[in-house]
């Protein structure tokens, strides 16, 4: 199993909470209509869990992740929202421990990235989906990542999360490899889609930047980082500056691009 870059820092999982169905699973929004019963797969801090419950509503949604931590956040969110059809699971996408044929649709958001076999992950996905149903997984592309200004700062940091993802066990291009991970899966009906966060606008530019400042300092991304002898707490405290510096410059703009899949089972 691949060990998770990000980890579950609260510089990670609150910048996770502003993400909902409609900016994280546009491509898949008709799949959550009343009465279906989804699984959420890495649920994290659950705001996009939670909107899909209230779209699924009376159906049920059962939110899983790998970290005790992240599905205890997803239950506080869901009683802070006063959302009462969902269910919690702590376990491993590559081996669910749940019956087959169990939901009508199975979402993964920024998953696939962080497995150590996202084959065999899309393959328990399947498994558990019923006939008729859909895999819905989507994933960023980091070497598809477009910035501006070109800062040499957010150069080392995107080698950084490059060597890091990688020597963790993790694809950090994953959105590039969706379609292959799929019909290596066994998948035959497959849609592949692609969508973009735009982090250049005034308002989301600074939150951004700021945000990575900080992750990139006190985060695991840090930890691992200086325990593998990837960077120095200066080459960390470089990059965190040049974030500050891009978020700064009214002409910034930063771009990611995600890969998705419509999976039909």
């Known amino acids: 199993m691949a060990r998770y870059t990000h980890g579950q820092h609260p510089t990670v999982t609150d910048s996770y909470r502003w ?6 699973a546009a491509y898949a929004l008709a799949e959550f209509t009343p009465g279906r019963t989804v699984l959420d797969v890495g649920c994290g801090p659950g705001s996009i869990t939670v909107d899909l419950a209230r779209r699924v509503a009376p159906g049920r949604v059962t939110a899983l992740d790998s970290s005790e931590s992240a599905v205890e956040l997803t239950r506080q969110s869901a009683a802070e929202a006063g959302v009462d059809n969902v269910d919690f699971v702590v376990g491993d996408v590559h081996a669910l421990e749940l ?101 250049s606008t005034p308002d989301r530019r600074p939150w951004w930047g700021q945000m990575w400042a900080r992750r990139i300092l006190e985060s695991d991304t840090a930890r691992q980082a200086l325990e593998e002898g990837l960077a120095t707490r200066e080459d960390l405290q470089e990059i965190s ?13 930063f771009v990611v691009p995600r890969g998705a899949l419509l999976c039909r089972v």
């Open 19 to 24: 993400r909902n169905a409609t900016n994280a």
């Open 99 to 199: 019956a087959d044929d169990s939901f009508d649709v199975v979402h993964a958001h920024q998953v696939l990235q962080h497995v150590g076999d996202p084959v065999a992950a899309l393959s328990q996905m399947r498994r558990v989906a019923r006939p008729g149903g859909v895999v819905a997984v989507c994933d960023s592309d980091y070497s598809g990542m477009f910035w501006y200004p070109r800062l040499p700062e957010l150069d080392a940091w995107m080698d950084l999360h490059q060597r890091l993802a990688r020597r963790n066990g993790g694809e950090p291009d994953a959105g590039r490899h969706m379609v292959a991970w799929a019909h290596s899966a066994g998948f035959e009906d497959v849609q592949y889609v692609v969508e973009a966060w735009n982090h």
């Open 241 to 253: 500056a040049g974030w500050l510096r891009w978020s700064e410059d009214p002409d910034g703009v």
